[in-house]
């Protein structure tokens, strides 16, 4: 609907305006808009302000659509600065927005693979369904991290503190979570085929239906106290590779000072039926 050029009714004669002031101080500014509605009475009733007219509200579609256009191009500035947050980080301690950032790009599915965020603060990082293989996450603080359903094949989790971690139904093939604490984790249903546990943490953990656990890499050492829903064998299994089942933190310790510098049984004698 056009607001400017429309049919307009010739402005009344000014005595009859100028008597509907109520006061002698507002006759100036009735005044004032008598001639405004004389101005726009006159200029309405050329085509050239009709087409200005339509020019602008042309414009802001033309706006509209240069702005849908430009949407690829603003995803990959975001993705670019979220990138470049998590590489200017890299190897130094502190979250320097490196959390919002991982999350932000998994939440746009692009795959974090071969991610560095080694000693990196990331409590509560939110990343299910991520793509992190390959990443380094060593010596990182990610206590409750949600790493559910995500591929973390080949990842790097040494000395890693992943206490309540959820990995649920996560693809940990060859990972390494060598003296990892994994304290209270969630790994149900979580494969583990070639993966390392050895000096883990597991106590109190969920190992719920995991899979190729007798697969795994090295156990030796790794405290399963109290973990949980463990699979039939899995415990007498991952004692004859050296595994321990202590509730004491400094006998713990003894035990890992003491630990032979071999797994004390072949994984393949552990594994015989």
Do not use: C
Not at 83 to 112: C, F, Y
Request: charged share 25%.
């Amino acid at each position: 609907m056009p607001y400017v050029f429309k049919q307009r009714r010739p402005p009344e004669p000014w005595h009859e305006v100028k008597r509907k002031a109520l006061h002698h101080y507002l006759i100036p500014l009735y005044y004032a808009n008598w001639l405004g509605e004389w101005a726009a009475y006159v200029l309405g009733k050329w085509s050239l302000f009709e087409v200005l007219e339509y020019g602008g509200s042309f414009s802001i579609l033309i706006a509209v659509i240069f702005y849908f256009m430009g949407t690829g191009d603003r995803m990959k500035q975001k993705h670019y600065m979220a990138w470049q947050v998590i590489n200017t980080a890299q190897g130094k301690g502190g979250s320097g927005g490196r959390v919002d950032a991982m999350q932000e790009l998994n939440d746009d599915h692009v795959p974090l693979i071969g991610v560095d965020v080694s000693d990196a603060f990331l409590q509560d990082v939110n990343l299910p369904g991520a793509e992190l293989r390959r990443g380094d996450f060593s010596s990182a603080d990610m206590r409750r991290a949600v790493l559910r359903t995500s591929d973390i094949e080949g990842a790097n989790f040494h000395l890693t503190n992943l206490r309540g971690a959820d990995l649920g139904s996560a693809d940990l093939t060859d990972t390494n979570f060598q003296d990892a604490d994994l304290t209270g984790a969630k790994l149900s249903d979580a494969e583990l085929s070639g993966a390392s546990f050895e000096r883990a943490d597991l106590r109190d953990a969920d190992l719920a239906a995991v899979r190729d656990w007798k697969a795994i890499k090295a156990i030796r050492l790794a405290n399963l106290h109290g973990a949980r829903n463990l699979p039939a064998d899995f415990l007498d299994w991952a004692k004859r590779l050296g595994a321990v089942d202590i509730a004491d933190d400094g006998e713990w310790a003894r035990a890992l000072e003491a630990g032979p510098a071999t797994q004390p049984a072949s994984r393949q004698a552990a594994t015989a039926p």
